[in-house]
């Protein structure tokens, strides 16, 4: 078993198919299948199961790549961090919670860094933004604080070896639709969203309060519609009147048919970026947090 059969696993269950994989890894196909059967028959399991539509990891393979990952982002981070200074602007990539200033940033990004060859924007759950920073995949993670999840979220980012710092704070909002019944006011309450039903986004634990990226969470609403991505979500308050929370630091929300409005009589909060302790920030990394810094303090309550 080898690094080289390690990534060969992950590309494959990444792209689903032998030979989109051997594409990415620059190999032949029967290179990259050579190396699979030889690395099933070391290990005694089936790791792919081949069907028409491509290849999927089985239960077994599942297992092997859970321990792999952590093992190929070792790698990837000592290659980053002792290869030639040119090569440390070759990817960058940042995993967010659901925010879409991470993309005004990146795509400022882009023109200053047309060496860097992959940039990656990982907009995903809490737990998998943290668990992508631990694993060395992102090299910045964006989440928020407020007072109910701070303890949990400090307690968590600590034991996952992470650090983090104040990016900025902003006031908690309700967005809704530019023709919603609350559209008129300056401002809204608690009280105002009784008879409305929420959309949040899903999160992998319930148990767990802190995990949820949603500001509010309002017994009295009178559905909760749960939703895994910000497109979805925007599409469902665009047509209805569901109404959503979040930070409010958004840029020009009318052109997405949205409207943002301050939620009054509670406490701020504030957006962090977390990364893994003693980790090198790259010349790409320090660009975005300066102006991820700027962004948000446009925007700070």
Known sequence: MNIQQMRVV??????????????RLYLSQPSLSQSIKELELELGVQLFERTNQGAR?????????????????????????????????????VASQHYDFTA????????????????????????????????HRSEFG????????????IRLLQGAQLTFE???TFR???????????????????ADLQGFSQARFLQEDSRFSFFSEDLVDFAQSEQVVHVSDRGTIIGLLQ?????????????????????FLPLVDEAEGEIILIKKRDRHISPIGEAFLLKLR????????
């Open 10 to 23: 992950q590309s494959i269950a990444d792209h689903g198919s032998f030979r989109e994989a051997a594409k």
């Open 57 to 93: 990891l089985t239960a077994e393979g599942s297992e092997f790549l859970d321990y792999a990952q952590p093992i190929l982002s070792q790698v990837e981070l000592l290659e980053t961090r002792f290869s030639h200074k040119e090569a440390h602007n070759q990817a960058f990539s």
């Open 104 to 135: 005004v940033i990146v795509s400022e990004l882009l023109a200053e860094f047309p060496e860097c060859r992959q940039f990656r924007l990982f907009e995903t759950t809490t737990l998998k933004v943290i668990t992508d920073v631990e694993q």
């Open 142 to 153: 964006i989440l928020y604080l407020n007072d109910e999840n701070r303890a949990g979220m």
């Open 166 to 168: 104040h990016i900025g």
């Open 172 to 190: 908690p909002h309700v967005f809704v639709r530019l023709g919603h019944p609350l559209a008129k006011r300056q401002t809204v309450t608690l």
């Open 239 to 259: 047509q209805t009147d569901l109404y959503g929370t979040g930070s409010g630091i958004v840029k020009d929300p009318e052109k997405q048919g949205l409207l």
């Open 294 to 301: 700027q962004h948000i303090a446009t925007f700070s309550a």
